[in-house]
């Protein structure tokens, strides 16, 4: 009995050293959520539009195209790093993206996307961050990618960058 | 040219432990001799010249250039040094050389075989920790064309308790590495040579213990002032990480002591002191390998990840093996007495295990999660709280215990006997405090209870007899009780306010009124700041301090930090941070009323203190 209960910390070890062995070989990112609303319907909602001057309607807006949409702001700096991504996305992969203006003013709003390219098809405006906490927003930039059918199909938090752009590609090439 | 050659230093440092590891095989003292020796030098060389590195701003080196700025005033420069992971590692070099050397300090001519067994583990670690920083942390590495200015600190690290946090948690740590060698030293050359190697280890258990006290402290008075969230623990995985080598300490610190009376319990103590040590490098596997997310979390890459595991599981796999193997020539069945010190202390060291592994689940818990389900879930303070608590409260109440009863046998009667001036002492100092805060919560009157049983339990030992040997114990396990004390006080009866609050608004808290009177813009020497002046008044209307919270933003690593102000005194804090806002809405302001948080500190220090005392009584019994 005494003779197995002193080879127990090393075998209790092993476990645990494979463990962390498997978790560092793996391609994870310690810091992504997943959401809770993958594979769900989006959450629907009526808002000001930034750029029409009629309502925004999720319902007009979703549901019969692919469509991505992003969580930004004026003030959030990562915003303003990752805008040549939804430019990009707009040019080369031709697909509708739609922004959410969180808690923003919306004159500086349309100055930024003035300057910085606007590769948005409409811009719904969040001024209270409801909107965000419908859709569980982290923080923002956040990205969604919304199949055909208004289903969640991914999601990023933080900005978008060379590795999550190609990883926005291949999963337009899967749903579309 | 100055970075090239600190490379050399590092790749010297490197030879030396070569050195030291085969010189130590042979038993050659006069060759270990200048392998120690020349390894601290060369070690002492590298961390003072990547010191001077960033003192001249030298932004050619990358680590200078990524953490350092030349606005940075020079006290940050010099601890902008360990406040990265490239510069931290050579600290924990020196740290482990330092350690290293005292331990060739100890040779006589009974302990000849011992030392050197212990100084050869000994290079072991510190080769695997050199290779490390050599090959995946250079410091020194350079850019050419060199920067015009580097990329600035995080501002929130800029703090004085913080600049000597890692230095004092690193000799916690790493004083553990001794215990872990002299663990291995004793376990290979077995019972028969007769070494009394728990003498030599014991100094070096309570200097890393001590010295692990203070640094967790001074992490936490940090994250109390500077992060601005009213508390000072918040379970995160690298407080946990510290935590746990502590408890782990605190149980071999105090088994070491039966071993020295007893002789038994050897086995468990060989142990303890390889697990302490493999639970620090595990810490630093966590912080740096990235595969925990938490505020102290340093720049990941991966490769240093495998590196540390392969490392980690390395002198795992060997030194636990080794015990499996060995162990049995120090085990004995002794039975102890309930009613004894021994008992006692066996005891606590059950039940600070036993909270160790409840703190390693915790911790690890979503890993396996993660692995097993791929599911991701967050292990929080509900669960510590609710599983560490119930399980210190009767290891609190063995430790006033334990000093009073003797060695060996003793009657239930007597036991009740000698506690009965306690037990009085504790319930009127209870009495006299619940009299007069009139607040009953049953945490409060559990918590409040066991801090004064603590401290009557030592101030009895004190009135009665002066015996010089446990001094040390007296003043640190009354620095338990104070402790104690602050825990219970800032956590039962801390009171939150969050409000919205306009220019001259007031706000009433506790006994206290506190009046937004104006904010202003200032500015700092490499930050701009909103500084909300506040006015707070007690009952009387008297003026007791004005508090002066700032937002402040560092345009250079375009940060924002908040810092909170705090009023102290002996019985509570108050605690203001300024949010969000503006002038017509008016800004979050979030007041604190924080009771007995002082005794957090104090008790700390006062353990500190003891932890001292007992190093220089134990350092004389070797000599």
């Known amino acids: 009995m005494k003779k197995h209960i002193s080879k127990l910390p090393s075998i209790i070890f092993l476990i645990i050293s494979l463990v962390f062995l498997y978790l560092l070989i793996i391609e994870r990112n310690p810091s992504e959520i997943p959401s809770a609303l993958l594979n769900k319907n989006i959450p629907s909602f009526v808002t000001e539009s930034l750029l029409k001057n009629e309502k925004f309607s999720s319902k007009n807006e979703f549901g019969k195209e692919v469509v991505i949409v992003n969580f930004f702001a004026t003030w959030c700096k990562p915003c303003r790093d990752e805008h040549i991504y939804f430019n990009r996305l707009l040019n080369e992969k031709k697909i509708k993206i739609i922004g959410v203006n969180y808690k923003d003013d919306s004159l500086k709003t349309t100055k930024w996307l003035k300057s910085l390219g606007n590769p948005y098809s409409n811009v719904a405006i969040d001024k209270k961050g409801k909107i965000a906490i419908d859709w569980g927003v982290y923080g923002i930039p956040e990205t969604f990618v919304v199949n055909s059918k208004g289903v969640i199909k991914y999601r990023h938090v933080g900005p978008i960058n060379e590795k999550i752009y190609k990883e926005i590609s291949l999963i337009l090439n899967k749903i579309k | ?623």
């Not at chain 2, 309570?206 to 010295?211: G, K, P, Q, S």
């Not at chain 2, 994250?223 to 510290?242: I, Q, T």
């Not at chain 2, 009780?481 to 009866?493: A, D, H, R, Y």
């Not at chain 2, 002082?598 to 932890?611: H, K």
């Open chain 2, 1 to 623: 040219m100055l970075a090239f050659l600190g490379l050399l230093t590092l790749l010297l440092s490197l030879f030396f432990t070569i050195f030291q590891f085969f010189s130590s095989r042979k038993n050659n003292l006069k060759l270990i001799s200048i392998s120690v020796k020349g390894l601290l030098i060369s070690s002492l060389l590298s961390f003072f010249i990547l010191i001077y590195l960033h003192i001249i701003s030298d932004f050619s080196v990358i680590n200078v250039f990524q953490n350092s700025h030349t606005t940075k005033p020079l006290f940050y420069k010099v601890s902008g040094v360990w406040g990265n992971h490239e510069g931290s590692m050579l600290l924990w070099m020196l740290v482990l050389t330092i350690f290293n050397y005292f331990i060739f300090k100890l040779y006589n001519k009974n302990n000849f075989l011992f030392i050197s067994k212990s100084l050869e583990v000994q290079s072991l670690i510190t080769m695997g920790f050199l290779i490390f920083t050599i090959f995946t942390s250079n410091p020194f590495k350079t850019i050419i064309p060199a920067p015009s200015d580097g990329l600035g600190f995080n501002p929130i690290l800029q703090d004085p308790a913080l600049a000597i946090h890692p230095p004092l948690l690193y000799i916690g740590y790493v004083g553990f590495s001794a215990a872990f060698s002299m663990s291995i030293a004793a376990l290979t050359l077995g019972v028969d040579k007769k070494i009394n190697w728990h003498t030599y280890m014991k100094p070096f258990v309570l200097t890393a213990w001590t010295f692990l006290t203070i640094g967790i402290a001074l992490g936490s008075l940090w994250a109390y002032y500077e992060l601005g969230w009213g508390g000072w623990w918040f379970w995160d995985p690298v407080e946990n990480a510290s935590f746990m080598p502590w408890l782990l300490g605190t149980a071999l610190l105090h088994s070491l002591i039966i071993v020295e009376k007893r002789k038994s319990l050897q086995e468990w103590v060989l142990l303890l002191a390889i697990l302490s040590f493999l639970l620090s490098v595990v810490g630093t596997f966590l912080v740096r390998s990235g595969i925990l997310t938490s505020v102290h979390t340093f720049a990941l890459d991966p490769s240093r990840g495998i590196y540390i595991l392969a490392f980690t599981a390395l002198l795992g796999g060997y030194s636990l093996i080794l015990f499996g193997i060995k162990s049995k020539a120090y085990s004995s069945n002794t039975y102890f007495s309930f009613f004894s010190k021994e008992g006692a202390i066996l005891i606590n060291n059950v039940l600070m295990f036993v909270v160790c592994s409840v703190v390693f689940l915790g911790t690890i818990y979503p890993l396996l999660i993660e692995v097993f389900t791929n599911n991701k879930i967050s292990v929080g303070e509900p669960y510590f709280n609710s599983t560490v608590i119930p399980i210190l409260l009767p290891a609190i109440l063995v430790m006033g215990v334990g000093p009073i009863l003797s060695w060996g046998k003793e009657s239930k009667l007597k036991t009740i006997k000698k506690l009965f001036p306690s037990i009085c002492l504790t319930v009127i100092m209870t009495i006299i405090v619940f009299s007069i805060h009139g607040s009953y919560s049953p945490m409060g009157i559990i918590g409040i209870t066991l801090a004064f049983w603590i401290i009557s339990n030592n101030l009895v030992i004190l009135y009665k007899r002066k015996f010089l040997y446990s001094m040390g114990m007296i003043v640190a396990h009354l620095g338990v009780g104070l402790l104690i004390l602050g825990i219970t006080g800032s956590s039962v009866w801390q009171i939150e306010k969050i409000s919205k609050m306009k220019i001259s608004d007031e706000i009433k808290i506790s006994n206290y009124k506190i009046k937004f009177d104006k904010i202003d813009e200032i500015k700092g020497p490499n930050y701009l700041a909103l500084r909300g002046n506040f006015t707070i008044y007690d009952r009387k209307k008297n003026i007791i301090s004005r508090l002066n919270p700032e937002n402040r933003y560092y345009p250079i690593t375009n940060n924002f930090t908040s810092e909170a102000s705090i009023h102290t005194n002996l019985f509570r804090d108050l605690y203001i941070v300024l949010g969000e806002g503006d002038l017509k809405k008016g800004w979050v302001v979030k007041i604190y009323y924080n009771p007995l948080v002082m005794w957090i500190w104090l008790g700390a220090l006062t353990i500190f203190i003891g932890g001292i005392i007992s190093i220089n009584i134990n350092l004389k019994k070797i000599k």
